[in-house]
């Protein structure tokens, strides 16, 4: 043990080394923890961004509210001042669980403890015609592509005459009633009503539309009742056609296929309609639940005494949850804390710990001055002004970054009393 390898010029120390997969929420959590602790271990943090991404704000990015630097917060900049830290820009391609290595983009390297926290990605359902032509909304590139895409057809309004391509420009499907979705659709109508009017005046907002597309019963589905349909209740009032219980075929750049066979024509197909791990090669089936590595309750992967994974990426089956932890970042960063403490426990031959997950509740966002909170005790909750400021609040207090929050809050105070939204430029990006 702690004889090492590494292709990507980390020193061989006597230390145990650690190497983490993903700077996401579990993953920076997992890296601040240990090195408070000023344990005798080296660890190796490889993101494939050089830059940890606050996803709750991407469909601020998405939507002109906000630049994407302010969501994404260099990895050197949050853990620069820790001991024996390195961070390495590299993707993981292979993982080799006997020889104990990872193959990244830009070498191998050896580990003893290796932890995988690389999220998720967006979930097709091995629809390729969806995967192609669809905008999906998970990464910072694909929020930066749906607002050059928004942006470029609404300049394509001002010029076109035909009818049918016009309606199919000004149509806005977004597809996923959860709060990614809900806060597409609320952004998108809140552009119509108090920005376009100003900025777009050749182009009849009132001939514009927004469709919101769930195959469940009802919205926000793993909120409360109250919420469902207070957050109904918000988005009607902004003119979104909340069509419930059909879910989507298939979409050809022009055309949405629903089911029951019934069709719609739109250029913009917004996808938000589901996530799955970031499996990365090398594991059996075995190990592989949902789409999701299996986990036991100290974030070990089925079958390894070495090999962890926390997060989006972790399946890991909770009394309340059969089906694994829901993939939010609360769930994340605990995971992270607590593996970090275990982490060291196993070092010092100590019992681990069990994890118990703190559900703090959740809440979700519409529009100005509407939002909905669900409390963690059953049946508790609130909705409008004061949820909006909570929602607010509690997202600035996460973002990464005293520089990134100074400048939200400003944005946000900007587009409070202007009505406007600041970042409305064509840059181009290309969809991967
Ligand atoms: C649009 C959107 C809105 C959301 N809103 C909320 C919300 O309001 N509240 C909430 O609680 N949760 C929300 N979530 C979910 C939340 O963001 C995730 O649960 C959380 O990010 C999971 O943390 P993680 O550390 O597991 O993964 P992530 O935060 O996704 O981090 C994974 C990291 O791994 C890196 N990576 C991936 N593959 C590789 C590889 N092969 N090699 C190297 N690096 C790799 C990525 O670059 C990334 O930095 C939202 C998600 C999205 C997409």
């Known amino acids: 043990m702690f004889s090492h390898y590494s292709s990507l010029h980390i020193p061989d120390t006597p230390y145990p080394r650690i190497v983490i997969i993903g700077g996401g929420f579990a993953g920076i959590q997992l890296v601040k923890t240990l090195s408070r602790q000023y344990a005798s271990v080296q660890i190796v943090l490889l993101d494939k961004h050089n830059y940890h991404t606050f996803q709750p704000l991407l469909y601020q990015v998405a939507t002109c509210a906000l630049a994407p630097d302010t969501v994404a917060e260099p990895l050197r900049d949050i853990l620069k001042q820790y001991p024996h830290f390195y961070f390495r820009h590299a993707k993981a391609l292979y993982i080799d669980p006997t020889n104990r290595k990872v193959t990244t983009t830009s070498g191998v390297l050896t580990y003893d403890y290796l932890v995988i926290a690389n999220g998720a990605k967006t979930n097709y359902f091995n629809n390729a015609l969806i995967a192609k032509y669809s905008l999906p909304m998970k990464n910072l590139n694909d929020a930066m592509h749906l607002r050059q895409h928004l942006l470029k057809n609404l300049e394509r309004t001002t010029i076109i005459h035909h009818p049918g391509i016009l309606s199919s420009l000004q149509h806005f499907v977004v597809v996923g009633g959860g709060p990614t979705g809900v806060e597409i659709a609320g952004a998108l109508g809140e552009l119509r009503k108090n920005v376009l009017p100003h900025q777009y005046p050749e182009i009849d907002t009132t001939r514009m539309q927004i469709s919101l ?25 902004l003119g979104i056609q909340v069509i419930l219980k059909k879910f989507v075929q298939s979409y050809n750049g022009k055309t949405v296929i629903f089911d029951d066979r019934s069709t719609l ?16 090669k090398g594991f059996s089936d075995q190990v592989v639940k949902d789409s999701r590595l299996l986990v036991n309750e100290y974030s070990q992967v089925k079958g390894y005494d070495n090999i962890f994974a926390v997060g989006d990426v972790a399946c890991m089956v909770g009394i309340k949850y059969p089906k694994g932890y829901p993939m939010i970042a609360p769930v994340a960063m605990q995971q992270g804390k607590l593996l970090a403490q275990n982490l060291l426990r196993l070092l010092r ?15 979700a966002i519409v529009a100005e001055h509407q939002a909905v909170v669900d409390l963690p005790i059953k049946g508790l909750g609130f909705s409008g002004l004061l949820a909006w400021m909570a929602w607010l609040f509690i997202h600035v207090l996460f973002v990464r970054g005293k520089r990134n929050r100074m400048v939200i809050l400003s944005n946000w105070l900007w587009s409070y009393y202007t009505k406007n939204k600041g970042v409305k430029g064509i840059y181009y990006t290309k969809k991967y």
């Open 349 to 363: 031959h100590q019992q681990l710990k069990k994890f118990r997950y703190f559900d703090k509740g959740m809440m």
């Open 213 to 237: 597309i769930e195959g469940a019963d009802r919205i926000l589905n793993t909120m409360s009742q109250r919420a469902s349909k207070k957050t109904l209740r918000y988005l009607e009032q």
């Open 265 to 280: 024509s739109t250029a913009n197909f917004i996808w938000a309609a589901g996530v799955k791990g970031n499996i990365i």
